[in-house]
């Protein structure tokens, strides 16, 4: 007999009703974005400029702990919340592990991944304000349809910036994003100042995230009544993800669990910072000594081989500094098939948790990675987002770890999506064409030696 559920759904009254900013119990605060212009810490007046005004104030909270999710997000949240936690059983059983795995599932919903939890919130923030249209970036697809979806629900216009090699191998995301009545852009393009530009440079740019928000951001601040709303990195949207910690959080209490490792993929880390948020808070106050581990890909390794700098959050150097783990806003990731990972930073929250030691991170190879995804979905019987495969490959490794030392430790994981869309990934590894190039120590050099000067 099991005590515990395969799956398990929290009810009705724990549901969540705030979110949790894990800056307000941080020993050390991040240090603050600057302007650019003037290299003073930015304020909320020139943040409102770029961003809508609730969430350029929630960008620069550092002392509100709890934020009351607002009602209308509430009645949103419903639609596809709480997400399941998922006890491993299958996993553990193939793996001989008598390590405990749990899984946060984020991947029930039409966008496939756990942005939806913070695009319906700036939508929502947007139509308050009487914003109109937005704009925005995405790399993989998942971000621009989940705000699509978002957009499409509060009847707000928006333009995505899609980068380039991602629009020419996932069409079908395009069609989704149209479907939901989005204009989809690929980016570089010729309709920016910035886009004009890289293209001027070398006009077969196949794009970056951090292009993409340069086009983005100069089309938002250039027309009336637009915004710009980014789906990562930013504390704002730390702050939305962190429904995914406290539901876990919550699950694993009734559950009279407490995990001793929680994992996550760290792209511009909004997964793992909103999975971690809780049990972050508990190790910050000396309740619990829990291991967090971000994992990113050996071809975008920010947090294992880039530098704890200040450096701009796009290719095109519009956008306020932030201190960061950075490759530099120049760096080109190679094609790899996790989309979702490859931005050049991190979100400066979890940047400055790594650098004082809170947290851990490792570099996996793709193909390792897609070995982990085939085998957990055979077992799982969930087709995992490659990115989300990124977490599972290290959650298997602690399992197999806990299998020798024959610790029963109890590891939770985030499993932030599925990966319909990612057919040509899955094809190419199982045909056996998938590569694993890692950065040279002079590919990352070239990169950080463009890193701007401050101070
Ligand atoms: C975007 C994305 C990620 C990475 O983004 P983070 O901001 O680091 O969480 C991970 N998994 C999926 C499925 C995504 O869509």
Redesign the pocket.
Known sequence: MTTVPYRFYLPEDKIPKQWYNLRADMKELPDPMLNPGTMQPVTEEELAHIFCAELAKQELDNTTRYVDIPEGILEMYKIFRPSPLIRAYNLEKVLGTPAKSYYKFE?NNTS????LNSAIAQAYYAKQQGITSLTTETG?G??GTALSEACAYYGIDLSVFMVKTSYNQKPHRKTVMETFGSKVIASPSNTTEAGRKILAEDPDNGGSLGCAISEAVEVAVSTPNCRYVL???LNQ?LLHQSVIGLEAKTAMEMLGEYPDLVIG????????GGLIAPFMQDKLLGKKDTKFIAVEPASCPSLTRGKYAYDFCDTGKITPLAKMYTLGSGFKPSANHAG??RYHGMSPVLSKLYHDGYMDAVAVEQTKVFEAATLFAKHETILP?P??SHAIRVAIDEALKCKETGEAKTILFGL??TGYFDMTAYDSFNNGKMNDYIPTDEDLERALANLPKIG
Do not use: D, P, R, Y
């Open positions: 991947g496939g991944s756990h942005k993989a998942q971000w789906g990562s990195v949207v993929c760290a792209g511009g880390g909004s997964n793992l979702g990972l987002a990115e989300s932030t999506g």
